[in-house]
């Protein structure tokens, strides 16, 4: 990020969780907060922000083009993304946890924890389950997709059901700290910049997900979506897996 973007950001996080608040402990904060800071990030503009436009209420409206920050159930999208697209650009912004640092709160006594960093580092593959529920949209030329990666911290509730309150706990809410980085995806050729120019053709999911190191499961979703752009192509099989290459046009 340039020094400008950074003073962007940071006021739009102050905006949204506000220095008072951060001074009273996290149970003052709101829900949705990265969805929130966002949103002023990318709009400072409050008379453009939540503005209805055909029938839906868009994040952001600036008279010429829309942004809608989607955290998950993208699917909840394809209504909007249905009127909007034919009318004007639409960028969808999808924040990814890059470098995590969790909290645990005693919902009793309102204690909070020490900060444990996740081991995990996210990466923009992580969208593709997403993106999978608005497919039909993606080869749309006003379609726009920005990844947002973002260190943040993540806000849990010791209420779940194991001895240690944890597992199957609640998310009380993340606050996002810094941007990382974005990756732009404006059309189908973008994607090119996802798959490892060291990757041997021709591979199978499973090929493409140990080499950019996600699970098997998830580099079957990325695949279809590539295929399914164009971006590569089905040259066979490998006993039931199918085989893929890098389109050359």
């Not at 989607?70 to 650009?89: M, N, V």
Request: contains cysteine.
């Amino acid at each position: 990020m340039t020094a400008p973007e950074r003073e962007r950001f940071e006021a739009a996080r102050q905006k949204i969780i506000g220095k008072t608040r951060e001074r009273q402990g996290i149970g003052t904060l709101a829900e949705k907060t990265v969805h929130a800071v966002l949103k002023n990030y990318y709009e400072p503009r409050e008379d453009c922000q939540e503005i209805p436009v055909e029938g839906c209420v868009a994040d952001i409206f600036t008279g010429s083009e829309i942004m809608e920050i989607q955290t998950r159930s993208f699917d909840k999208l394809r209504g909007k993304l249905e009127r909007f697209l034919p009318l004007y650009p639409v960028t969808v912004v999808y924040p990814i946890p890059h470098v995590k640092t969790l909290y645990w709160i005693d919902r009793e006594s309102g204690e909070l924890s020490k900060g444990r960093k996740s081991p995990l580092t996210g990466s923009p593959y992580l969208a593709f389950p997403e993106l999978y529920k608005i497919k039909m949209f993606l080869k749309e030329p006003n379609l726009r997709i920005r990844l947002t990666l973002l260190d943040m911290e993540e806000y849990k509730l010791l209420d779940g059901w194991s001895r240690d309150k944890k597992k199957g706990s609640s998310r009380f809410d993340r606050i996002p700290v810094s941007i990382e980085r974005e990756v732009e995806l404006t059309c189908p050729q973008d994607y090119l910049q996802l798959i490892p120019y060291e990757l041997e053709e021709p591979f199978t999911a499973a090929r493409f997900a140990k080499a950019v190191h996600i699970r098997r499961e998830l580099g079957g979703v990325v695949c279809n979506i590539l295929n399914y752009l164009e971006v590569i192509e089905r040259v066979g099989k490998e006993g039931r897996a199918y085989l893929y290459r890098v389109r050359e046009e």
